[in-house]
């Protein structure tokens, strides 16, 4: 009764042994870990109260002992600032992508399961959408919205639904052409449960790369649309937001700007490579 | 009186592409009684398997047209149910096995519950799901897996094994009509033999009817009470097992295929296949299908469509038939 278990151990021993060889993907991985420790222990990392208080006299004052990043124009600590700007960035990045994948597998899966005239209508409405870039259209929805959080994260996820229904439909045109699904309509599975349990699960390797490379590109739009100031606004520690207001003082506290921009580089960099790893290691044609 | 569970009449189906159309079935009819095994034999592209998957409605939707006949089924004709009525229909009163084992079993799903599947979707006696693990445990020792292995995925099984998985699918809901296709052609001779055991233990069990369709006449020999040989989309013989393989008179082609297997006795050193190839599906002659590749062809086979000529129950689609 215990040989599932044992066997979907191997296979995750099998899958990790994959993942370890690439090591960028690994380096990538530690980062990763490092970061989401950040966001989710910020608070004991260091009180928010650091990142909003300000200390007049302490106005741009370069990384100290004190201040490890420094301090902004109005005095306030820069690493708190940073450390408690992960959590915006790392949970909108994770939500976005995620809510696009439901609604890109729904639409996605339905053109390239059904075909025909259902193909045709998803795939012309996505077409329209992707002659827009996708900062222009989250810019559009935000503007017509306003600019709050939720409206921050309904615009990005419309900019990366399309791109989702376009590889998801690719994906199941591939896979609802197996003998097994034909099987399971002789039996008489309806279509919903075919495209649920048999089509959809069969797709998750190509569909779970291209989640993870999406938040690394919703953390990137996130950061954009707030240093043009629609996203987040202050005094939240946005990274996007910290980068804009530290354009003023580019060549006198130059810090002010490498810190933030770093951080964003690196949680952008991290997912892209642990995308990167996931994609040779679920890659069945490489299995031995 | 015997019960007759399948009734096709004059079943003619058509692939339509943009540039041609393909007569894949043209005017075919035989019926299965309970309990009867039919053996639906010819070559590769004769239209063995768009029969089968015209009866079950899983012809593809943009391209197959059914263009006439019907499929008369416990007094209905499938042909004309829509899709909520087929899905009732397949898996619980009509099952399908089908060709290739190695691709027919979905790789996320421990083939227990693949094989629950079939009874969940149906579940006419309303089980609760441990009597449904009982009953899938029940199949599983019947096609002879240990039941300890329902939890294991498909690719940790054989071909041979994974054919009786898609069996134990087929059969769980103790279907009255089981179409199995070629179900043997993918597997080595052994394993054959084993298959085709349990495939006739269960139907003796069951008394469900079964439709062979196969071009191995050692398993129609094997396992069919009534034989029709497809040709070119056409039944061209049509009787009883012993009609067919010690009847006096056949078709030509009938002549031809039992010409072509090799002789254990004797010395041969030469195959005799038939001359020639199956002639192109897109175009319909004004004669007899086989007419080019036939030995005895005569100018009336080459312009007139051949009658079926029958004798108690033999058929045979041929103008020379009873000369």
Known sequence: MNN?????????????????????????????VLLVGMALFADLIVPYARCVEQAGADRLQGPSAAHFFGTDEFGRDLFARVVHGSRYSLFIGVATSLMALAAGAVLGASAGYFGGMVDNVICRIVDVFMCVPPILLSLAVVAALGTSVRNLIVAITISCIPGNVRLIRSVVLTVAEQDYVEVARSYGASNARIIFRYVLPNAMGPIIVNTTMAISDMILSAAGLSFIGMGIQPPSPEWGALLSAAQTYIFTSPYLLVFPGLFIILSSLSFNLVGDGLTDALDPKLKD | ????????????????????????????????????????????????????????????????????????????????????????????KISMIFQDPMTALNPVL???????????????DNLSQAQIEEKVEETLELVGIPKERKVEYPYQFSGGMRQRVVIAIALICNPDLLIADEPTTALDVTI?????????????????????????????AETCDKVAIMYAGEIVEYGSLRDIFTGETHHPYTEGLFRSLPSLTGDSKRLKPIEGLMPDPTEKPQGCWFAPRCGRCTQKCRQEAPPVWEQEGHQIRCHLAGQ
């Open chain 1, 4 to 32: 599932s278990h044992s066997r979907t151990r191997e296979q995750f021993a099998e899958f990790w042994r994959r993942f370890r060889k690439n090591k960028s993907a690994v380096a990538g991985l530690l980062i990763l």
């Open chain 2, 192 to 220: 054959q033999a084993q298959i085709l055991t349990i495939i006739c233990n269960l139907q003796r069990k069951y008394k469900t009817s079964v439709i062979m369709i196969t071009h191995d006449l050692g398993v129609v």
């Open chain 2, 1 to 92: 009186m015997k019960k007759t569970v399948l009734d096709v009449k004059n079943l003619a189906i058509q692939y339509e592409t943009d540039l041609e159309t393909v007569y894949a079935v043209n005017g075919i009819s035989f019926s299965l009684d309970a309990g009867e095994t039919l053996g639906l034999v010819g070559e590769t592209g004769a239209g063995k398997t768009t029969t089968a998957l015209g009866i079950l409605g899983l012809l593809p939707e943009r391209t197959a047209r059914v263009t006439n006949g019907e499929v008369r089924f416990q007094d209905r004709n499938l042909l004309k149910l829509n899709e909520q009525d087929m899905l009732k229909v397949r898996g619980s």
């Open chain 2, 110 to 124: 421990p083939i227990g519950k693949q094989i629950g599947e079939a009874v969940y979707l149906h579940n006419e």
